[in-house]
């Protein structure tokens, strides 16, 4: 008989451990703890978290392995760790790394050829998993590495509890293609969280360790043999388990990207990757500004209001919230999600059109620059603008003309034709380069724009616009934004000068002054508006061309929300105004901010001037405005604004309106004569029109069907004395008559 037989069944043992431990001692040393490992695992998901460390969302940061988060072993269903001992190592609990018996009956078997179950422990797998050296090849694993592995699971079993090594067994072992891990496992195979699993899914889980890759059939064949093993004595039913397996390994219901702040966590990931090293990996974790309570009511609110909006041809919507002080991101909500078909466009940095909320920016540079104050009188009334391009006509909202108008009312009420008029002093390249300086992203000149960029004809975003507010509530004072907290200052260390205010803070005043008037802007929306709210804020929306875009930006003492709605595709609205689009949703939002907290007007700056003011008579006699108290910019304040000489309309006086000097008319012989007749307008009484010397019409308005070369419009008063007058070009082939119009 060979000495080999002759050794005690201990002495065999200990002669194996011995020689195992002298082969494979560097491997064993190699392997880290069970702390080490748990701190640096890491989830193929990015959790991005609130302020407070709330979960808002997870991102799918590594394509190549899905991973769950780390689960602890209290956390992971009993039926799932019985499954899995049964399944894997019986003798788990009594062991110490290498189960000797069924090492013994696989040699044997191997001896034999006969098929055995295999000898290898959870903590020997562990042991494989955690040390790339001894991980599983293709081919299986080499001599060396097999020896190098018990002796690593031995080493383990010393310095690790059981808890520990099942622990981290559930967390390292792959199932299944691309899933790793019992939380990944889980939650993409049976939408729940590990610690709900039940006998039947705890048996197709041990199941697939087994065989992670084989067909459905064969993974319900080993389930059922697990589940007997784990219920004996009751009666299971392999034909209901096999359709079972068969759905469920099909089954793929967890999510890249889950959560409800999408768009903003992706943002703070782009900005750590772009700040750090694009190989570097991705934190398993990232805490954000967000507030998690108010993300969830800011995307309850929009996704509500656009859902009663559907029927205006409505599906998309964006919001975000800053704190005016730190300039940190409260909330971001991106998209309508399930209610847009472009959820995965960004609303809040998507370039838009912002119509008429570039207003307020427009009148604090005139008002800064002191070419208007708050009580200046500005014409409303049809205006022609010559441009290199043509005529620039500007409309109002509701197609009215209000006439003279204090600047106060031209911007609280929203009108077009005296924001023109503002730009014209102001300029547009001047206004472009303001803009730019507030961090709106302009693509092209002030000039390519022209005076159309009064009506908001650049694209901005929403970001970007309400940071440009977020300077106004601030005092002119201009900040960037953030998602991610900035690190305090260390004490003593002197905090960073503050820069000097972009604008003037004084005009910021009067702008916030102005825009939380709800007298001032009761022409346009009314004295029950949606806009007005029981404590302080200011607030502007605006409506882009074509109704493709609707806004409402405003602020209150502490906080800055924005909120768009339109649609991704370009497509315009139905009959959406500035008061039913985007303004039920910013007041909802600022009703959560304050439903605590207290709003007050701000301070006036020095520098500033409250003065009485009463306004001069309009055309029926009764004064333009009421008189009111108004702020001024010290050294440019008067107690009385009246139309000038050039704009009077009463019986000594009259003005044309209508057509500019210099329009120049291109005549198209195609379209019939009366469709192509050119309509003046004046203001005064008693006016009678010349056209080239000879009498045309009496009255406030003509029309006239115009013919090739120029002419002289002249107005003439009763006593026939020419009060003002206009030189017209019409260029192109006289017009047929209309019968002979071609179709």
Known sequence: ????????????????????????????????????????????????????????????????????????????????????????????????????????????????????????????????????????????????????????????????????????????????????????????????????????????????????????????????????????????????????????????????????????????????????????????????????????????????????????????????????ASGEVLAWVGSSGPLSQAAEVDGVTALRQPGSTLKPLLYAQALAEKRITAASLIEDSSAQISTASGLYIPQNYDRRFKGPVSARTALAASLNVPAVRTLVMVSPEAFARELRAAGLPLRESGDYYGYSLALGSAEVSLLSLANAYRMMANGGRFGATTLTPRPPVPAGKAKPAEAAPLLDPRAAFIISDILSDPNARTRTFGLDSILSTRFWTAVKTGTSKDMRDNWAVGWSQRYTVGVWVGNASGASMWDVSGTSGAAPVWAEVMRFLHAREPSRAPAPPAGLVEARVSFGPGADGSPLEAARSEWFLQGTEQPLFALDTGMASDAASARITTPADGTILALDPDIPPQRQRVRFEAEGRGVQWRIDGKFHARGNSAQWLPWPGRHLIELVDASGKVVDQRRVEVRGAGVVAAKGARR
């Open 1 to 324: 008989m060979p000495l080999a037989f002759s050794f005690s069944s201990t002495a065999r043992h200990t002669l194996a451990v011995v020689l195992l431990t002298a082969a494979a001692a560097p491997s064993a040393w190699a392997l880290a703890s069970f702390e080490e490992v748990k701190r640096d695992f890491r989830s193929s998901e990015t959790a991005v978290l609130d302020r407070q460390g709330e979960l808002l969302q997870r991102v799918r940061t590594d394509p190549t392995v899905r991973r769950g988060q780390w689960t602890a072993l209290a956390d992971v269903s009993p039926a799932l760790r019985a499954a899995m001992v049964l399944s894997e190592d019986k003798r788990f609990y009594e062991h110490s790394g290498v189960d000797w018996r069924a090492a013994s009956a696989a040699a044997w078997g191997n001896l034999w050829n006969t098929r055995t179950r295999g000898a290898s422990t959870i903590t020997m797998q562990l042991a494989g998993l955690l040390d790339d050296d001894l991980r599983r090849a293709a081919g299986g694993r080499s001599f060396t590495q097999k020896i190098g592995q018990t002796v690593a699971a031995t080493q383990l079993e010393r310095r690790w509890r059981k808890d520990q090594i099942l622990e981290a067994y559930l967390n390292t072992v792959p199932f299944r293609g691309e899933i790793v891990g019992i939380d990944a496992l889980s939650r993409t195979l049976f939408s729940k969280a590990p610690s709900g699993l039940d006998a039947r899914e705890a048996a197709v889980a041990a199941a697939l360790v087994r065989a992670p890759n084989a067909r459905p059939a064969l993974v319900a064949q080993r389930a059922c043999e697990v589940l007997r093993v784990m219920e004996p004595g009751a009666k299971t039913d392999c034909e209901a388990l096999d359709m079972f397996t068969s759905a469920v390994v099909q089954r793929r219901a967890f999510e890249p990207n889950e959560g409800i702040a999408p768009h903003a966590a992706r943002r703070v990931l782009r900005e750590l990757r772009d700040a750090g090293n694009e190989k570097s990996t991705a934190p398993t974790s990232v805490r954000t500004t967000l507030r998690a309570p108010l993300q969830r009511y800011a995307l309850d609110s929009l996704q509500r209001h656009l859902r009663e909006l559907r029927d205006r041809h409505v599906e998309d919507g964006a919001l975000v919230v800053l704190d005016n």
